[in-house]
């Protein structure tokens, strides 16, 4: 088994298509269909389903793909290291992020990394779920808030502050609640998925957790944040999705007094991957500009 071979198969699974693997690759199509075909022989397993409209990866097939993944990742910061030439950041970079972060935080500065970086490319996912780093094949992902436990090495890149707030007409129409407590009488829309959620607040210099329930859940919080300013609900969300509405008059804040400490926007990545240099260089940039962004 090839090495090449290798990259061909991944670049054919994040194609769905050896017509589209082989342009990404500058290769003929043919060339690509063989190599993988290859593959297949010298592995003794069937990777891929192919069909005239596009290509499915059976279940030795993604397993493959997600060892390959993190192989070709392995080698690409080997070959970094060991070459003075290629010691800048350069190669593929795959990260998830927020929906709403990215937009607001990430997008620019992605485009300000890679005109400093002429080497290096990024695969961006842009989503609320919350990732499997490693099964999923990324090099990166930002994460908000508390961390579950995990093996991922995390970095602290900047604090951010929790809102509590409702629009002008739901105060009048509910009132505000004066302590956490009330909460429970309250429409609250909820950012987040599964199960219970509760919101923290220090109460009598103890953190307490509120459960809350409400008309709305969702795993974006744009989207919880426009039904707060329709008047559906309390809500509590990052400043940095709610500071326009909040400035604007279109929400007003509740429970100043009862928030917690500020919450931490991290960037996690696998183990494996702690001696990438592009992994590294981005990760500082992200830390110094977003530090310098929320400080003024």
């Given at each position: 088994?090839?090495?090449?071979?290798?990259?061909?198969?991944?670049?054919?699974?994040?194609?769905?298509?050896?017509?589209?693997?082989?342009?990404?690759?500058?290769?003929?199509?043919?060339?690509?269909?063989?190599?993988?075909?290859?593959?297949?022989?010298a592995?003794?397993?069937?990777?891929?389903?192919?069909?005239?409209?596009?290509?499915?990866?059976?279940?030795?097939?993604?397993?493959?793909?997600?060892?390959?993944?993190?192989?070709?990742?392995?080698?690409?910061?080997?070959?970094?290291?060991?070459?003075l030439?290629?010691?800048g950041?350069?190669?593929?970079?795959?990260?998830?992020?927020?929906?709403?972060?990215g937009?607001?935080h990430?997008?620019?500065?992605?485009?300000?990394?890679?005109?400093?970086?002429g080497?290096?490319?990024?695969?961006?996912?842009?989503?609320d779920r919350?990732?499997?780093?490693?099964?999923?094949?990324?090099?990166m992902a930002?994460?908000?808030?508390?961390?579950?436990?995990?093996?991922?090495?995390?970095q602290?890149?900047?604090?951010?502050?929790?809102?509590?707030?409702?629009?002008?007409?739901?105060?009048?129409?509910?009132?505000?609640?004066?302590?956490p407590?009330?909460?429970?009488?309250?429409s609250?829309?909820?950012y987040?998925?599964?199960?219970a959620i509760?919101w923290?607040?220090?109460?009598?210099?103890?953190?307490?957790?509120?459960?809350?329930?409400?008309p709305?859940?969702?795993?974006?919080?744009?989207?919880?944040?426009?039904?707060?300013?329709?008047?559906?609900?309390?809500?509590r969300?990052?400043d940095?999705?709610?500071?326009?509405?909040?400035?604007?008059?279109?929400?007003?804040?509740?429970?100043?007094?009862?928030?917690?400490?500020?919450?931490?926007?991290?960037?996690?990545?696998?183990?494996?991957?702690?001696?990438?240099?592009?992994?590294?260089?981005?990760?500082?940039f992200?830390r110094?500009?977003?530090r310098?962004?929320f400080?003024?």
């Open positions: 088994m090839q090495l090449e071979d290798m990259r061909i198969f991944v670049a054919t699974v994040d194609a769905r298509n050896f017509t589209a693997a082989a342009s990404r690759l500058s290769l003929s199509k043919q060339f690509v269909s063989r190599r993988v075909m290859a593959l297949e022989e592995l003794g397993v069937q990777l891929l389903i192919r069909n005239t409209r596009k290509l499915a990866v059976t279940e030795l097939g993604q397993e493959f793909y997600e060892r390959a993944r993190r192989i070709l990742g392995e080698v690409e910061d080997a070959e970094q290291a060991m070459s030439r290629r010691a950041p350069r190669g593929l970079l795959r990260v998830s992020a927020p929906m709403s972060f937009m607001m990430l997008s620019p500065l992605v485009a300000m990394f890679l005109r400093e970086n080497d290096v490319r990024f695969d961006m996912e842009l989503s919350t990732v499997d780093v490693v099964g999923e094949g990324f090099d930002i994460r908000i808030g508390v961390l579950p436990d995990s093996t991922l090495v995390a602290k890149l900047v604090d951010v502050r929790m809102v509590a707030c409702c629009s002008p007409g739901y105060a009048r129409r509910r009132g505000k609640p004066a302590v407590a009330e909460l429970e009488r309250h609250c829309l909820l987040g998925h599964g199960g509760s923290d607040f220090v109460v009598d210099g103890v953190m307490k957790g509120v459960e809350v329930h409400g709305l859940r969702a795993n974006n919080g744009d989207l919880i944040r426009d039904a707060a300013v329709a008047g559906l609900g309390i809500v969300l990052p940095f999705i709610v500071a326009d509405a909040l400035g604007s008059g279109q929400l007003v804040p509740v429970l100043e007094d009862f928030l917690p400490d500020a919450t931490s926007v991290y960037a996690v990545y696998p183990q494996h991957r702690q001696s990438s240099v592009t992994i590294r260089a981005f990760v500082e992200l110094t500009q977003l310098k962004k400080s003024g």
